[in-house]
């Protein structure tokens, strides 16, 4: 057995399988739970996984699932990890809404789950964890810019899972003595971002758009404010704090945040256009073309994206992790505009994001 053993829920995500090349690098033995589902859903690790039989990559996957105990226990009691990284979660706010008991099961209830199961493995006293906290935890304006000493406000049934998930590690940290760590980690993105997100839906529909095979971009809210990085840099941050002697709580943040609009602007700019706003509408402006025309609307509100209660403003400070754990956000908002647009104008000229 390797002496540097990973296990990652959620690795098939955004941040596990940019968390999963970090470990391999790294030279370490990494397993990852993966989630039964009818389609493919390893797209994002494939590239890993399928050479490991000619690579000798120590990549393997059980599947399993944060809902189930008994198999938490399994395998966390076969693998006997020295780190665990918990990714795994229903992790988009807005679905919260429509399924808040699954998102506090899986987000709330899984983590204590997985405490639990370290526990009755006998790991309590040779693990480290991870634990995948938010800004959103934030939620409520209470302070600017936020840090690890702003106090929680909630906003949706996703962040008041991941606040009692938070509780849950720091409780467990001081009854037991074991090394757990939340990294409140502000919003992270990449050309493997999920499409539903607002950073992935704008630069594929934009991309889209440039090809002729959309029209308009539909959105929600888009004045408010986040604080976005580059996900590569922030699966970093996750790894430093492990290798800390004592477990803490640390933001991972750029210390810059932009609109939505913003990011939108940015975008188009990548294109070659130019949005000018008439309220919430967003159209392409050109000399002698009038302007009331529908098919110069590019992006319009769709009220179904709103959410019932929102995040307005989120600004993080990074002091701590800067200070403890020399780490600093190295992709600023014009270049992760950029990379992001670069691969999906790629991935529509090879026809992967033909819908
Ligand atoms: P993704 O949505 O891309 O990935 C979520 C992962 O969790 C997927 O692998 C998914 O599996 C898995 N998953 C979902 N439900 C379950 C379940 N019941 N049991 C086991 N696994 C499950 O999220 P990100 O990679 O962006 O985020 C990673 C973590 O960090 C999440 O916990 C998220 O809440 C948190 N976070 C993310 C931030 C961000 O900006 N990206 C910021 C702060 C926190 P499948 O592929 O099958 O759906
Ligand atoms: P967020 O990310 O809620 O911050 O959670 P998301 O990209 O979903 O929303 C960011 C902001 O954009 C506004 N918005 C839209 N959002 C989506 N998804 N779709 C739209 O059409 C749209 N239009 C406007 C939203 O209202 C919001 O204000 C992410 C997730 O990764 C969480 O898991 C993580 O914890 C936090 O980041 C930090």
């Known amino acids: ?95 919260s809404f429509d399924m808040p008991e699954y ?49 929680f406000y909630p906003r949706s049934p996703y962040a008041v899972a991941k606040q009692y998930a938070f509780w849950m590690l720091v409780n467990y940290r001081e009854a037991y003595g074991m090394h757990l760590t939340n990294g409140i980690l502000f919003n992270h993105e990449s050309p493997r971002r999920g499409r539903t997100f607002v950073t992935r839906k704008i630069t594929a529909c934009v991309a889209r758009i440039n090809k002729g095979l959309e029209k308009c971009l539909y959105l929600g809210n888009i004045d408010s404010k986040r604080d976005w990085g580059h996900a590569r840099d922030y699966v970093e941050g996750m790894w430093r704090m492990l290798q800390q002697d004592k477990p803490d709580d640390y933001v991972l943040a750029t210390g810059e945040t932009h609109t939505v609009r913003e990011f939108v602007e940015k975008s188009f700019a990548y294109i070659g256009i130019t949005i000018t706003w008439i309220g919430e509408r967003g159209s392409v402006e050109e000399k002698g073309v009038d302007s009331s025309d529908e098919s110069r609307v590019l992006v319009q509100i769709d009220p179904k994206y709103f959410r019932p209660t929102e995040v307005d403003l989120l600004l993080g400070d990074p002091a701590k992790a800067k200070e403890k754990l020399g780490w600093e956000a190295t992709t600023k908002f014009e270049d992760l505009v950029k990379d992001m647009m670069e691969a999906d104008m790629a991935k529509v000229e090879s026809g992967d994001l033909i819908s």
Do not use: W
């Not at 800004?135 to 702003?150: A, D, N």
């Open 103 to 151: 998102t506090a099961d899986c987000d709330g209830i899984g983590v204590l789950r997985l405490l639990d199961a370290m526990r009755s493995a006998g790991l309590q006293d040779s693990v480290k964890f991870y634990q995948a906290s938010t800004s959103e935890l934030y939620g409520k304006v209470q302070e600017v810019p936020q840090s690890e000493t702003t106090p």
């Open 1 to 95: 057995m390797s002496e540097k053993r990973a296990l990652v829920t959620g690795i098939t995500g955004q941040d596990g399988s940019y968390l999963a090349e970090l470990l391999l690098e790294k030279g370490y033995e990494v397993h990852g739970i993966v989630r039964r589902s009818s389609s493919f859903n390893t797209g994002r690790i494939d590239h890993i996984y399928k050479d490991r039989h000619d690579t000798g990559v120590k990549l393997f996957l059980h599947y399993g699932d944060l809902c189930d105990s008994s198999n938490l226990i399994q395998l966390i009691s076969s693998i006997k990890p020295t780190e665990i990284y918990n990714l795994g979660a229903m992790s988009h706010v807005k679905v």
